[in-house]
């Protein structure tokens, strides 16, 4: 079997192996592809595995052997999956490879805020805390998580484990799902609605899959709703938000603060206005990077593609 790897770089730039994969056939990795380049580089491949590639109709059609397709990433919407599935093509996901990756980064952009540690550390190194009584420490608010509320919206795998954090560090959490598992409530966790968990939330995080219902769910409406000085998490998808109505209602004062892992264009315009606001932290999307989660990426990715070959597949999103 001829298999290609279109984006390789993204997962792995030569620090882990793709073993597992070219151990099931021919296979080239291509560190990135062009647009322009998509069709020349998969025309003969068999199987192909991408991670934010778009791949329409009007490729498929271009090259009639494609048989697979596997994602390495949880995430399909680059991948026009009826298309796929007219001309009799697998697509393949890999859900749950990132949870406690994913989980600890939203955390951990949730505690640079309240702890300000950069800040802090930056202070000192420049020769800050030159007496006990420091009056410029004063000045940096601090905020105790205990007691507060958490809003999880989209209470899968993620976002269970967001929960289950959040509950350790004592607080109670709202979550949102379209069809709620009651036997993940406890006296900690309820289920509510999407306008009670922005109405109750203290801290809103966003873990639900980006699709023409949740696409802009977070907008000035959404932002209005919700309590002033809330805080907002998204390690998830960034056309969940409304990047503008975002900005404008951190200058505001109406959000506090925004973790942000992911952007509607990645990488940023440099006119999104998210990138220079003082109150909004940004990561490179990189919340699903550790090592640990590539390596097990890669696996379940060769998992899949075996499963496939044995005319078993699995993890399948256009049955």
């Known amino acids: 079997m001829k298999i290609v790897i279109m984006d390789g770089d993204l997962t792995n730039s030569g620090d882990i192996s793709w073993g597992p994969i070219a151990e099931l056939g021919e296979l080239t990795v291509y560190p990135v592809t062009a647009p322009e380049d998509i069709v020349k580089n998969i025309a003969d491949a068999e199987a192909v595995i991408i991670n934010r590639i778009t791949l329409n109709e009007e490729i498929f059609e271009k090259c009639p052997n494609i048989k697979y397709i596997g994602t390495l990433a949880t995430g399909y919407n680059t991948i026009d999956v009826d298309a796929a599935k007219k001309r009799g093509i697998v697509v393949s996901n890999v859900p749950g490879y990132s949870t406690y990756a994913v989980a600890q980064s939203a955390i951990a952009l949730l505690l640079h805020?309240?702890?300000?540690?950069?800040?802090?550390?930056?202070?000192?190194?420049?020769?800050?805390?030159?007496?006990?009584?420091?009056?410029?420490?004063?000045?940096?608010?601090?905020?105790?998580?205990?007691?507060?509320?958490?809003?999880?919206?989209?209470?899968?795998?993620?976002?269970?484990?967001?929960a289950q954090i959040a509950v350790a560090m004592g607080m109670k959490v709202l979550a949102y799902r379209r069809n709620p598992k009651k036997e993940w409530e406890n006296e900690?966790?309820?289920?509510?609605?999407?306008?009670?968990?922005?109405?109750?939330?203290?801290?809103?995080?966003?873990?639900?899959?980006?699709?023409?219902?949740?696409?802009?769910?977070?907008?000035?409406?959404?932002?209005?709703?919700?309590?002033?000085?809330?805080?907002?998490?998204?390690?998830?998808?960034?056309?969940?938000?409304?990047?503008?109505?975002?900005?404008?209602?951190?200058?505001?004062?109406?959000?506090?603060?925004?973790?942000?892992?992911?952007?509607?264009?990645?990488?940023?315009?440099?006119?999104?206005?998210?990138?220079?606001?003082?109150?909004?932290?940004?990561?490179?999307?990189?919340?699903?990077?550790?090592?640990?989660?590539?390596?097990?990426?890669?696996?379940?990715?060769?998992d899949n593609l075996k499963a496939f070959q044995d005319g078993k597949p699995q993890n399948v999103v256009n049955p």
């Open 188 to 302: 900690s966790i309820k289920f509510v609605s999407m306008q009670e968990l922005l109405e109750n939330s203290d801290v809103v995080s966003l873990h639900c899959l980006l699709n023409d219902e949740t696409r802009g769910m977070m907008n000035k409406q959404a932002f209005d709703s919700m309590k002033d000085g809330a805080i907002l998490l998204n390690v998830a998808r960034g056309a969940l938000v409304d990047e503008k109505a975002l900005s404008d209602a951190l200058d505001s004062g109406k959000i506090s603060y925004a973790g942000i892992d992911v952007l509607t264009c990645e990488p940023p315009e440099k006119d999104n206005p998210l990138v220079a606001n003082p109150k909004c932290t940004i990561t490179p999307h990189i919340a699903w990077r550790p090592i640990e989660t590539r390596q097990r990426l890669v696996q379940i990715v060769a």
């Open 113 to 162: 805020h309240t702890n300000r540690i950069a800040q802090f550390n930056s202070y000192v190194n420049g020769g800050g805390w030159a007496s006990l009584a420091d009056k410029n420490i004063d000045d940096v608010p601090l905020v105790e998580l205990y007691g507060k509320t958490m809003g999880v919206v989209g209470m899968g795998a993620i976002g269970h484990r967001v």
